[in-house]
């Protein structure tokens, strides 16, 4: 599978992820200063149309990355999945930027650029993260008040490609194009406005948008790794683990978990809903199978310390569902060993009668008939696991996380 | 800080966004997350406010998350990374020659207005940053890039407000 981004944390270390970030954190500012970033006058300068620069630079380094991300997703090197994609909060984020833009035009910097502002001397630039600071501030003790707004309109991972119902490769191409487009039209908006014969460009920047569009171009066309592609590229390591049945977890394991406070397990039933409506583990989630893949991107969101656990009658269509989470990068995820009819014969004892046992049946149904929908109210929904001291082979590793769960920004 | 010799131009924009672009798919290519800067201020100022008044952040569950009990909310890669960029931006200054205490202004304003108004923006860029879950670096640039709804939609706000705002400005800047 694609080998980045990297456990930095694993390979280097607490301390040691923290020095890349660092290394970063330089190369960022560096290219902020150099870029003028740190001249208020010539940041507001964009507003009067005098000096584009803001827009040129931000949406030059936009497409760019853009470009580059989704052609290493493309090829295979890189794991869109576990790449940090603000969730969309959609209308905190807009009253959020408006205010942003007036603090713009009143105050000449944003918060990135007032910091190379700093480093170089400028006084306005020292002043203004002074009031960042005191923004700050006040948005912790105000925030409980409007607590509501703050958390509305949650949409979560949600990208322009969902929105427009197109692929990956669309917009990409789409976003380079417009880009470029607008970029022509700013240079001829500036001579217009100061008056001046439009600025000669240097040699390279015709050949560089010409091979933008082209490495855009062949995102268009390679597109973007499919579940199916994905589960491809993990197949032989996780073929193997099923078949040592190292991800299949018992029911002993399982109650374990739900019961320890450090750990968050997330129970995912796959099965068809009249089966869930007869009788499910308390707690559990109905994921049917044809929308376990749409899921996985929520349960990306979860917290580190979070475990989940595909269940079925029997296993089959749960291992299906694992096959498909674990193709998605989803991590910390197992199988209830046996699935239903298996935690039903542990834990239904008498609540069960033998009639409700059937014989002839076939693979993954339900082995007992339930003729209501007790849901998670039947009693082995939520056995008490001292009443039985199950012995069990302890299963679960707690892989640490891949996937960030807080951006540039917590 | 003089200007013995002159401070070197900045780099044509479009060269400036492609290394700017290339830092950005790199910072998420090694590590998943992108690029920010609201993020190391704020943890910076839970930690003051941790040291001035503990009592006062497990009041508040928006500051517990970043400093409640034992945890230290400078024991984040968001600390590093905006420390590292003030010291590329202080490498970069040097190299350029571009050192210089001073306060960039339209001519038409004293300083002490310019600093005031530079207060009031950057108040209102770090409301405006937590309330968006984001700032321009952390929110437009990084979430633009790996096409978040949000983050365009954030980008285009943050345009219209300034640009809604800029005529009644005019005299600070021009």
């Known amino acids: 599978m694609a080998n980045f981004p990297l456990p930095l944390a694993d390979l280097l270390g607490h301390w040691g992820s923290y020095a890349v970030y660092a290394v970063i954190g330089i190369a960022f500012g560096m290219t902020l200063e150099s870029a003028g970033f740190g001249n208020s006058k010539l940041l507001a300068a964009q507003f009067y149309f005098k000096d584009m620069r803001v827009f040129k ?9 853009m470009t580059l991300i989704f052609l290493s997703s493309a090829l295979g090197l890189l794991d869109y999945n576990l790449i940090w994609v603000p969730p969309t909060y959609l209308w905190p984020g807009i009253v959020g930027g408006l205010i942003m833009g007036v603090g713009f035009i009143v105050g000449g910097f944003c918060p990135g650029t007032s910091l190379v502002g700093l480093a170089t001397g400028k006084l306005d630039a020292f002043v203004f993260v002074l009031g960042v600071l005191f923004g700050i501030y006040m948005f912790g003790e105000t925030v409980d008040s409007f607590a509501t707004f703050f958390e509305s309109s949650n949409m979560g991972r949600f990208t322009l490609p969902e929105l427009f119902n197109a692929s990956y490769g669309v917009v990409v191409i789409s976003i380079v194009v417009a880009a470029l487009a607008l970029f022509v039209i700013a240079e001829k908006v500036e001579a217009m406005v100061n008056d001046t014969p439009q600025q000669r460009m240097p040699g390279w920047l015709k050949p560089a948008a010409g091979g933008l569009i082209a490495l855009a171009a062949v995102v268009l066309l390679i597109g973007q790794p499919s579940n199916e592609d994905r589960w491809q590229a993990v197949a032989d390591e996780s073929e193997a683990k099923l078949k040592e049945r190292a991800v299949q977890i018992s029911s002993a394991e399982f109650i374990k978990y739900r019961d320890d406070s450090k750990i968050k397990i997330i129970p995912l039933d796959v099965r068809e809903e009249r089966y869930y409506n007869q009788f499910h ?11 376990v893949q749409a899921k996985a991107k929520e349960l990306q969101f979860e917290a580190a310390n979070t475990i989940f656990v595909t269940i079925s009658n029997d296993e ?22 046996g699935g239903i009819n298996a935690w039903l014969k542990t834990y239904a004892g008498d609540s069960i009668s033998d009639e409700q046992r059937l014989y002839n049946r076939q693979e993954d149904q339900m082995a007992y008939k339930f003729n209501a929908a007790t849901g998670s109210r039947h009693p082995a929904a939520e056995p008490s696991p001292h009443l039985l001291d199950l012995e069990y082979e302890p299963k679960v590793i707690l892989e640490l996380k891949r996937a960030p769960t807080s951006g540039g920004c917590g | 800080m003089s200007q013995a010799t002159r401070a070197k131009p900045y780099l044509n924009p479009y060269l400036a966004g492609t290394l700017l672009g290339i830092v950005l798919f790199l910072a998420f290519f090694i590590t998943g997350s992108g690029l920010g800067a609201s993020g190391g201020l704020n943890r910076l100022l839970v930690y003051v406010q941790n040291e001035v008044n503990p009592q006062h952040i497990d009041q508040v569950a928006y500051l517990l998350k970043m400093a409640g009990g034992n945890s230290n909310p400078l024991d984040s890669w968001i600390v590093f990374l905006t420390i590292g960029t003030v010291f590329g931006g202080l490498i ?16 038409q304003i004293s300083n002490g207005t310019r600093w005031i108004m530079a207060f009031a923006g950057g108040a209102l860029m770090g409301y405006g940053a937590r309330l968006a879950r984001g700032c321009t670096s952390g929110q437009a640039l990084s979430g633009g890039a790996v096409l978040s709804v949000g983050s365009w939609a954030f980008m285009f706000a943050v345009f219209a407000g300034a640009y809604a705002l800029a005529y009644f400005f005019r005299k600070a800047w021009n």
């Not at chain 1, 630079?57 to 990355?65: C, E, L, N, Q, S």
């Not at chain 2, 020659?97 to 339209?106: A, H």
């Open chain 1, 57 to 65: 630079v931000m949406f030059t380094a936009i497409i760019v990355a």
């Open chain 1, 281 to 291: 583990i308390s707690g559990a989630v109905h994921v049917p199978l044809d929308q």
């Open chain 1, 316 to 337: 089959a269509a749960a291992t299906e569902a694992w096959k498909i989470l674990k193709a998605e990068s989803v991590p910390n995820i197992y199988i209830l060993e």
């Open chain 2, 92 to 107: 970069s200054g040097m190299l350029g020659r571009r050192m210089k205490f001073e306060t960039n202004k339209g001519p």
